[in-house]
């Protein structure tokens, strides 16, 4: 049964193809190298597969239900679609991002988890890890990221690129670019010859996690 582009999708949609527009104009994609996705009840919307986001439209909303059959929409969805089905069965995400940003890529090369050089880290759950590197696409490279996501809204995937979740759109991609940003200090402050960057304790990071928890506007 094909599922119905009603007017909470036609808006989620609209959401996601802003969202991945935000990306290539943010420096965190290149063309179509990254991918977005929003999930409504049982129906995961998703960014198709090579089609720039400039070109995307109303009219051309793609969908899959969580075992990955397509329910709406003629184009095909993204190659790793694996990975955003995985993240959707296994935690309580509602929109997810994936990158190939410049900087938290290259920290993939280097490390198995990210240095603790700044407390952010704290809103991704705790010290982001690396995933061991698969082929793009494929199961094993969904498996990885949850291991490597085991606790966290976002890991880096080695040789790859990031992925972070959240309970929207915009707390997905802030995610994202915090943990560009986490990787560009990173690199900055360790290429400075002869100094090595002072890193967070484990304890100071919990005490920012805790702190995190009232951060922000009350209602």
Known sequence: MRAEVNEETAGRWAALVATARRSVADGLVVGTSGNVSARVGDVVLVTPSGVPYDRLGPDDVTGVDLTGRQVLGTLVPT???PMHLAVYRSTEARAIVHT????AT???TLV???PLVHY???ALGGPVRVAPYATYGTDELAENMLRALAGRSGCLLRNHGTITYGATLDQAYDRTAQLEWMCRLWLTASSVPGLTPSLLTEAQLAEVGERLKGYGQRR
């Open 120 to 122: 952010m880290a704290a």
């Open 106 to 108: 290259a920290v993939s």
């Open 100 to 103: 190939h940003a410049v900087h």
């Open 79 to 81: 190659s790793e679609l």
């Open 112 to 114: 198995t988890e990210l």
